[in-house]
């Protein structure tokens, strides 16, 4: 007789736990050694370390640069995030509209979202460059003198806004326009016969269809925009003056400038802490609606 | 005009919109590849330079100069070593997850998730410091088995998500003529799943080939791959635009490449194929 | 072949003996998802080199018990026998047995040719082995000129016929088959369930069959299993079943058009049994044995054993019954005919010959009834009384 066969659970197991343990030692064994970091006041310039309690954390709330940076950063994805929505969905809208979509506008459209986010830096910092770049030449002939886009704090700030649109607006156009060439076609011919118009059709039939399509890309880019590191970094390096700095940025700095693990890490944890609320709050709002709706 | 008439109009109009704001967004590509033959007094000229007489010369700098070619075969070296690591890795766990009744997958399936949301900011220093202490700091291994750490959970959803649209009835099937679960992996699952196989692949390599914050903290010197140099041209005090810009167009031509030729079986991927393409 | 095995035995026998068949038991099995229950606990015995059909609704537990024989599902409870072993904890593939499943499992990237080879290639049979035998499959399935081919390019019944070859060609003890014909057109069907009995006849291998479709079942089974809800309600043969159906699940689950329903009570008037139905009242036949109380009973009697006439000259052995005709469905040689009782209480279907019975919808008619047709069922129980 043959061997008794493995349980079915186990196997899975022997596949999935190569991955799994590797992804443990280097994701998770690091943020647990953060975790105790963030609980002691362990800097790389001074040696030795003590236990701080949540000391560490009360000095991360209490300092003024971390908490511009974090309103900063709110401000950043808020804008960022329901800009590139509109423009992204009104696109799809566009495309979708079309009886023929040409397929090389999509494998176009998908170029900026894919391009090297320093290289994504460098162009947009020699776009807006105040002497040479073909931004400010095109804004002064507009009227509005010479701009220094890079060095004018809220000027910068607009600069970071619009590359970043440029950057990831593809990714809402694309995945929306997946989801609407995705919807049946029944609801929106039994609308015509009914003799919705089209701006009723849009809001009463394709939103509501879309919902989940539309949570779906609104939290994955609010999960891509929090960790926004390269591009930012080459185009303004947080300045001037720290009026670029999001958490990524300052959280760098933190770490690797100064040199302060303790602090960097009860920064990385209150941004988790922060990242996880959001996520799971969308997720469950809009796990709702979708029921409500289908 | 007729109706007819108007409508068609009014669709070539469409069209023709739609076609300018590609045109937009391409805009930047095309003026950052026009610049990296722009002679120096063109580039910094304050008028922008539509036409121009084209030089090889910021080619010809960054290659003797900043020795981009070994810096090149550095990303290239970490790109294939970590798709192929990450896919290596990743396909079995995929393979369990969707055919196999492993204990509280749903929970997995999320913690996986979870790992995502988590910015690779926040791992740098105790990465940092481990790699220093296990002795892989400052080598092209390091940057492979760090950028493989943070692309699976994205191969693993992905192609988990590709996996279970292949119907269970081939691996039972299978099951009863003899093959075990191996035998099944490869001679069925893949296969069958080759689309899923090409996304990922493509999306893996690159996102390790743009990496840069690892990059730039792990490794230095030689082993540098190319974004971090970007990143060293434009804080120098005089930054030198050409070469720059060229060195932005080694980098990015081979992911526009590869984005654009092989771009439907990307849309899959953008979302972690949490919605079909 | 069969006396050699005693302790030894090997679930592989030698590839060239054809004719190798296994008995099939079920002791006690029973099949429980978590805390649902699909399978009450049942024994069922399937002799070797039959073949046996298992019917029943969706969800009656066919499905499951099939999949508990190839090895896909576990057995929760009870012992599952393959030629008198205990296979509860033996692996499919080595059970020896084969499936065809309802959408045939084909792998869509190999060829009919590797397609067919892929049993093979598991068992590390030579290659010149493996090209016989695939020559010779194709034969039998009539795709010899196919075999280059990919199943996208072949039609449904084609592919069926892949997913059949697939089955044989490794030569199991017990073929499985999980509904499937249920994607193929009328006529196609037809011809496979003739092609699929003949193949039976050819090899005589233990075949066992799940469908939902009973005419599938009544002509291709030796024996019948109808399910319902994770019970057995009858084993037998189609005729045995058709004729003298265990229960009213039973009776009205075979035959089409259904066997008609109405209750009815038995009583004792003055030394006679009589059978009391929609406003008839009928003395029961001599030599019945019939109980002395009153009894409740659900009457059964099939539309194709009626008769429609004004009257026939007075039978003890007829039971008659005024009804109404509602509507025609003419049939070709037969018509079914709707009728309602009097006070529209109930309503049944008679089927018979065009030619003999022309009747019009609103006249009324006399359904006559064989007594020796009629099937009584315990109102409470809802079981078969014989008398």
């Known amino acids: ?294 | 005009m007729s109706r007819r008439q108007v409508k068609k109009l009014l669709e070539q109009l469409h069209i023709g919109i739609n076609w300018l704001i590609v045109a937009t967004f391409m805009f930047p590509l095309v003026w950052m590849f026009l610049g990296a033959f722009k002679k120096k007094t063109d580039l910094l000229s304050s008028d922008p330079a539509w036409f121009f007489a084209p030089t090889l010369d910021h080619w010809r700098f960054i290659f003797e100069n900043w020795h981009i070619g070994s810096h090149l075969l550095n990303s290239l070296i970490i790109s294939v070593g970590g798709t192929l690591f990450t896919l290596a890795l990743g396909l079995p766990a995929a393979y369990g997850l969707s055919r196999y009744p492993v204990w509280q997958k749903e929970a997995l399936v999320f913690d996986i998730l979870s790992l995502k949301m988590i910015p690779p900011v926040a791992t740098a220093v105790p990465l940092f410091m481990l790699s220093q202490k296990v002795g892989l700091y400052n080598s092209l291994t390091l940057l492979i088995m760090l950028n493989t750490a943070f692309q699976l959970p994205f191969v693993i959803l992905v192609m988990k998500s590709f996996l279970d649209e292949i119907p269970y009835e081939l691996d039972e099937s299978a099951q009863l003529d003899g093959y075990g679960a191996f035998s099944i992996l490869f001679r069925v699952i893949i296969p069958l799943s080759l689309p899923g196989l090409i996304c990922c692949t493509i999306f893996v390599f690159i996102f390790t080939w743009n990496e840069f914050l690892f990059a730039n903290v792990m490794v230095g010197g030689k082993l540098r791959p190319l974004p971090v140099i970007v990143g060293l041209a434009l804080t120098h005090r005089g930054i030198l635009w050409g070469p720059a810009l060229a060195l932005g167009v080694v980098i990015i031509l081979p992911v526009l490449i590869l984005s654009a030729s092989l771009f439907r079986y990307m849309v899959r991927g953008l979302t972690f194929g949490a919605i079909k393409g | 072949m069969r006396a050699g095995r005693e302790n030894q035995h090997s679930f592989r026998p030698a590839h060239r003996d054809i004719h190798i068949m296994a008995k099939v038991e079920f002791k006690a099995v029973e099949k429980k998802y978590g805390n649902v229950q699909a399978v009450w606990p049942l024994d069922l015995t399937i002799e070797s080199g039959e073949f046996i059909v298992l019917l029943g609704p969706s969800g009656c537990g066919k499905t499951t018990l099939l999949r508990m024989i190839a090895g896909l599902e576990e057995v929760t409870a009870g012992d599952l026998l393959i030629d008198d072993i205990s296979v509860n904890d033996v692996p499919p593939k080595d059970r020896n047995v084969s499936m065809v499943f309802q959408n045939y499992a084909l792998y869509p990237h190999l060829s009919v040719a590797k397609n067919l080879a892929f049993p093979l290639k598991a068992r590390r049979i030579d290659k010149a082995e493996i090209e016989r035998r695939v020559s010779e499959i194709a034969e039998i399935i009539g795709l010899k000129e196919f075999l280059h081919r990919y199943p996208k390019q072949l039609s449904g019944g084609q592919r069926q016929r892949v997913a059949l070859g697939r089955a044989m060609i490794r030569n199991p003890i017990v073929f499985l088959f999980d509904e499937p014909l249920s994607n193929l057109d009328a006529s196609l069907r037809e011809e496979m369930r003739s092609e699929l009995i003949q193949l039976h006849a050819r090899l005589g291998k233990t075949t066992i069959y799940v469908t939902h479709d009973q005419i599938e079942a009544m002509t291709m089974a030796q024996k019948i299993v109808l399910m319902k809800n994770g019970h057995i309600e009858q084993v037998a043969t189609p005729r045995k079943i058709y004729e003298r159906s265990a229960n009213v699940f039973v009776g009205g689950f075979i035959g089409s058009p259904k066997m008609n329903f109405v209750s009815a009570r038995i009583e004792k008037v003055n030394d006679v049994h009589v059978l009391y139905v929609a406003d008839a009242a009928t003395p029961l036949p001599k030599g019945w044995k019939l109980p002395e109380k009153i009894l409740s009973v659900i009457l059964g009697f099939r539309p194709q054993e009626t008769r429609l006439q004004n009257d026939e000259p007075s039978d003890l052995h007829v039971l008659k019954i005024p009804m109404i005709v509602r509507s025609l469905q003419p049939l070709g040689h037969d018509v079914l005919i709707d009728l309602g009782s009097k006070d529209d209480t109930w309503t049944s279907v008679a089927q018979t010959s065009w030619k003999k019975n022309s009747v019009s919808v609103g006249s009324e008619v006399l359904v006559h009834i064989n007594f020796s047709e009629l099937h009584f069922f315990d109102a409470q129980s809802k079981k078969r009384i014989n008398f």
């Open chain 1, 1 to 294: 007789m043959k061997a008794k066969a493995l349980k079915p659970g186990i196997v899975g197991g022997f596949f999935l736990g190569p991955a799994f343990c590797y992804l443990l030692l280097i994701i998770i064994y690091p943020m647990c050694y953060s975790l105790w970091a963030s609980f002691t006041d362990l800097r790389l310039t001074k040696p030795g370390w003590s236990f701080t309690g949540f000391g560490t954390y009360a000095s991360v709330l209490g300092n003024s640069v971390f908490r511009e940076s974090f309103v900063l950063t709110i401000i950043f994805l808020f804008c960022v995030v329901v800009i590139e929505f509109i423009l992204g969905f009104a696109l799809a809208y566009s495309l979708n509209r079309m009886r023929r979509t040409h397929p090389v506008m999509r494998s176009l459209l998908i170029l900026p979202l894919m391009a090297t986010p320093v290289t994504v830096g460098l162009i947009w910092k020699l776009m807006l460059n105040s002497n040479f770049g073909i931004i400010t030449m095109l804004t002064s002939k507009l009227g509005f003198g010479k701009l220094m886009w890079l060095s004018t704090p809220e000027l910068a700030m607009i600069s970071v806004f619009i590359m970043d649109c440029w950057h990831w607006m593809p990714f809402m156009f694309l995945v929306l326009l997946a989801g609407m060439d995705g919807l049946p076609k029944e609801p929106f011919e039994s609308a015509a016969v009914d003799g919705a118009g089209q701006w009723f059709t849009l809001f009463h039939v394709t939103i509501p269809l879309m919902r989940r399509v539309m949570a779906i890309t609104l939290i994955f880019r609010l999960m891509f925009a929090v960790a926004t590191f390269d591009s930012v970094f080459v185009l303004t390096k947080g300045g001037p003056a720290r009026a670029t700095d999001i958490i990524a940025l300052y959280l760098f700095r933190t770490a690797f400038r100064n040199m302060n693990i303790s602090f960097a890490s009860a920064v990385s944890y209150l941004l988790l802490i922060v990242i996880f609320t959001m996520v799971f709050t969308l997720f469950r709002r809009s796990m709702k609606n979708v029921s409500q709706t289908s």
